[in-house]
């Protein structure tokens, strides 16, 4: 099993004086760090208007780190397909798959923020319906060497032939899953899948239950399972005292930075994301004792191996590891 660097560029907490521009300088400095010590590979999220998180761009981001290194990998955490149209992403990513020898892990979602959505002229509401459209584009421009063409409800085009070509072949992308349908779209398209275990715990009891799951929906579309990985909250502690701090700061970091951004309402909330409305709930009244490695890791480095057994005993090829600080 596989380590990562990853971080959502989250920068609001209370009384926080790190400044978005100051935030992403370091991001950088740490996805160097995390090459120079050996890490896979290095996840940077994508938010927008400084909102959840500061990094809007990625693609930016991971083709400085690109030049900079020869071995890590380099991947988005995640692409809001929605807000961008698909020709373009596909364009921007095979190119930095070929300028970077082949070391791209593509993964996309839908987000969850109407915020980032709004300004952009794009309605959360249709972003399913624009995601699973979007992803069928990307595949078909990184997997054709002809000209394509498309007509859906929300992209429509001809005799586009879209180059460079990734590197890889293919360029398997990730999807991001919260929910069955894009667990479901993952396995029909013999695509890889990335969870967020507090919410696979949520939503399908464990992150074990959620990859066989996974692997069950690959095998009856007759395909093989991919890669499946997961992100997770970290928190080495040395002590009884660091670990009740590294926990109410935990708790303090859902319901400060999470909550806000997920829909919360039932009567607002797209009926593809009603799912959050569960999740909201469940953070604005956790505690301290609700913790648990089905969602964080965190407490001593015995405890913490011992976790991540688990987790690699449940299919789990690469863990990226959120450390963060103010």
Known sequence: MNFGYFTLSDNRYPHNRRTPEQFVKE???QCLWADKIGMHS???????????????APHILLAQLAGATQRIRLAPAIVVLPVHHPLLVAEEWATLDLL?????????GRGYDTKEYQPLGVSLDDSLEMFK??????????????QISYHGKWYRFDGVDVRPKPHQKPL???????????????????????????????MYGSLAEAVKLYQDACASHGNPPRRA??????????????????????????????????????????PTLRYFVEIVDTLKHMDTSKLSTKSVLIGSVDHIISALKEVEAAGISEVILYFNGV
Request: charged share 20%; with cysteine; net charge negative.
């Open 100 to 108: 970077s020898g082949g070391r791209v892990d593509f993964a996309a």
């Open 42 to 56: 290095a996840w940077v999220g994508e938010h927008h208007f400084n909102l959840l998180g500061v990094n809007s």
């Open 229 to 270: 990985n997961c992100s997770y909250f970290i928190h080495i502690c040395d002590s009884p005292a660091d670990e009740q701090y590294a926990k109410e700061g935990m708790i303090s970091y859902f319901q400060d930075a999470l909550v806000d951004s997920f829909p919360s309402d039932l009567n607002t909330a797209p």
């Open 133 to 146: 459209e979007g992803m069928d584009i990307l595949w078909q421009a990184w997997t054709s060497e002809a």
């Open 27 to 29: 991001i950088y400095e």
């Open 172 to 202: 398997r992308p990730f999807v991001a899953s919260f929910s069955r349908p894009t667990m479901e779209m993952a396995a029909k398209n013999d695509w890889n899948i990335i969870y967020a275990p507090f919410a696979a715990a949520m």
